[in-house]
Each structure stands twice: as C-alpha cells, then as structure tokens.
C-alpha cells in the first residue's frame, strides 16, 4: 500500500465500512468509548466527516456547524457509497497538495484528520458493537504522526480527550488510541 491518501483512506473504509454494515438496529442506543456519543449519533457524526472532507479534498470549505442527519432507510449502504466519494475526492489529482479548509492547513493534514477519523471511529463503533478491528500498519504511521502533532490543538479543541496510560507493551494502535483520550480496553458495558 503506498502513502498516497487516497490508497489509506480506501483501506481504513473498507475496514469501518465492515463495521457499519455490521451495526444493528438494536446497537444504535449502546454507548460508545466516545462518552458523548451513543452509536447512533457516532455513525451519523462519522457520516457527516466523510461527506464533509470531500469538499475539503476539492479546496472547498465545509461546515461542521450543522448537526449530522438522522440515521434513516439505508444509511449503512449510502455510508459505503459516500467512502467511495471520499476515496475519490482525494484521489483527485492536487487534492492531497497545497492548503484546505477554513483554517488553512495543509491538505495532506486534512486528508489525515480523516483517515484518523475512519480509523478512530471505526474502532470506536467496533468496540461499541462487538465487532473486530485492526487498522493496517502504514495506517498508523500516517495517523499517530500527524494527530501527535495535532494533538495539543485537537484537545484545546475538544477533539480529543486527555492521554491515558497505557502499558509499556502496549501496541502502536493501543498507544495512538490513548493519545487521543481512548481507553484501549474499553468494552461494552
């Protein structure tokens, strides 16, 4: 898998498309590692970044002002359909050069944020419904370097938690997830 964005975005969306597709009615109201939200509310919160950040790899602004839309009909097969259109919006060629968005910031940046959003959330929602998840390794490298990074803003933000501890054998997903404010061993409750 090359570094390119768009070749990690599709490997983090085939993962987290899985674990969509895999969510049941029964598990939109089970809360999630992500305190605020309960699985209903994540996916659509998940569902509005990857329709958000194809704007974003076309240097258009977007706006995470609005509340996500409801859940509603096939909304597991029109998430599919909208990583497709991420995929592709940075693919394009240019998207992942220059800046983006209304802060500016480099659009290789931008198209981290969301493959760390793909993948974070993803497991958020795996965990959240009992399913598995393991991001790819040149995944990781990408994310936990730019969101270490990212990290300082990102918690003045409220985009991320504290750091958790973790143990010293902990592995490179377990640290990551601690740095953005996850417990690696959260299970449901």
Known sequence: MSDKISNMLEAAADRTVTVVRGITDEQLGAPTPCSEYDVRALAAHLFQVVVN??????????????????LEGAWRERFAEETVRLVEAWDAPGADEGTTGAMGLPARTVGAMVLG????????????????????????DV?????????????????????????????????????TGRDPGWTRP
């Open 53 to 70: 950040f194809q704007a974003l790899a076309a240097k258009k602004d977007a706006d995470f002002t609005v509340p996500p839309e409801p």
């Open 117 to 140: 959003d793909l993948t974070l959330h993803g497991w958020d929602l795996a965990r959240a419904t009992g399913q598995p998840y393991e991001p790819a390794g040149v995944l990781l």
């Open 143 to 179: 994310v936990g370097e730019e969101f270490r990074a990212l990290a300082p803003m990102g918690r003045e933000m409220g985009m991320f938690g504290e750091p958790v501890p973790v143990a010293e054998d902990a592995t490179p997903f377990e640290v990551l997830l601690a740095e």
